[in-house]
């Protein structure tokens, strides 16, 4: 398959550097000439728990300057670009191309209007990556993808992409990926709001009670939401199943799920810095919107209440606007 990778960034860097080491056919579309050089001539490196790898890519500065037409195309930028890059591409693409989504949530109904749903393919994104330098990624947590298309049958192509993205990490192909997509929704709230108003990793943010609290909110509300969806949520990783610390909120439950969840995160992702702190340290918009900020729109929509959800979207919108502080003692005005 000829496939074409834009957005060189946290998630499409070691996924584009793994894929051209094991002989995939692949262009990438950088940010811009200056960053495009770099990976042409320098390589693009990644380090962390997929081991340390350099490749030169075939980098472009843009989509204009590519030619010919792809199988597959990867999109890994912020959700805010996704959906005018998905339109610039479709002038790549054939009538059986696949166009893959690598953001943090669920965006389908996004790329789908513009290449169409017959294209659309959704990724739960497995890994967990920080981008040291323009041409540097250090893989941090995670070594999964899961994939499938969310408006028809998964096709024998989805299983060739499937086989293309297992050169960087095992990857399946699920027919439900909407139910796996939330889950992750779920795990991203909890991890990116919380870092986010406390600019602490994830390891250190779970020592403290109101912390675990507020995790367990965000995953009550989340499932409230996701039964009116009529969602069945899949277990995310190691952790309990969503719905059933959702069904069980006693004084001995939530004990143990919030130790459990202590636990389970700081394994999971304990040296962790979350893309919402690195966005907001960057004095970058954040991707609030697809995780605490879809719960509370779907919520809204359905007339489920998530009040939790709310003060935190609210409160990372605050800081990127420069009306709030990065702080720990935020934590505690969410419970307020």
């Known amino acids: 398959m000829r496939a074409v990778l834009i957005g060189v960034g946290s998630i499409g860097g070691p996924l584009a550097v793994l894929m051209h080491e094991k002989g995939v056919d692949l262009d990438v579309v950088a940010h811009g000439e200056e960053k495009a050089k770099l990976i042409r001539e320098e390589g693009f490196k990644v380090t962390g728990t997929l081991g340390e790898h350099v490749e030169r890519l075939n980098a472009h500065a843009s989509i204009d300057e590519l030619s010919g037409t792809y199988d597959v195309c990867f999109i890994a930028t912020k959700y805010q670009q996704m959906p005018e890059l998905a339109r610039e591409i479709t002038l790549h693409l054939n009538e059986n191309s696949l166009v893959v989504s690598l953001q943090n949530g669920i965006v389908t109904d996004l790329l789908a209007k513009e290449v169409g749903e017959n294209r659309t393919v959704a990724c739960m994104i497995g890994i967990g990556a920080t981008l040291l330098a323009p041409n540097h990624v250090q893989v941090t947590a995670g070594n999964e993808f899961i994939i499938g298309m969310p408006y028809r049958e998964n096709t024998p192509e989805v299983y060739e992409v499937a086989k293309l993205m297992s050169a960087c990490c095992p990857t399946a192909v699920e027919d439900d990926i909407i139910a796996r997509l939330y889950s992750k929704v779920i795990f991203n709230s ?5 870092a986010g108003i406390t600019g602490k990793t994830v390891g250190s943010i779970l020592d403290t009670k109101e912390a675990r609290r507020i995790i367990l909110a965000i ?13 069945d949520v899949p277990k995310f990783n190691m952790l309990p199943k969503f719905g059933t610390i959702a069904k069980n909120n006693n004084s001995i ?17 304990k040296n962790v810095k979350p893309s919402t702190l690195q966005s907001l340290e960057k004095g970058h918009r954040t991707e609030i919107d697809i995780m605490n900020g879809y719960i509370s729109a779907k919520g809204k929509e359905l007339g489920i209440p998530t009040p939790v959800n709310d003060s935190l979207t609210k409160m990372i919108k605050d800081i990127e606007n420069g009306n709030l502080k990065i702080d720990q003692n935020n934590v505690k005005r969410v419970l307020e």
């Open 190 to 194: 909890c991890i990116n709001s919380l």
């Open 219 to 231: 995953i009550r509300e989340g499932m409230a939401v996701a039964d009116k969806m009529q969602l």
């Open 253 to 269: 439950s939530n004990a143990f799920f919030s130790n459990f969840l202590r636990i389970g995160f700081k394994v999971a992702s």
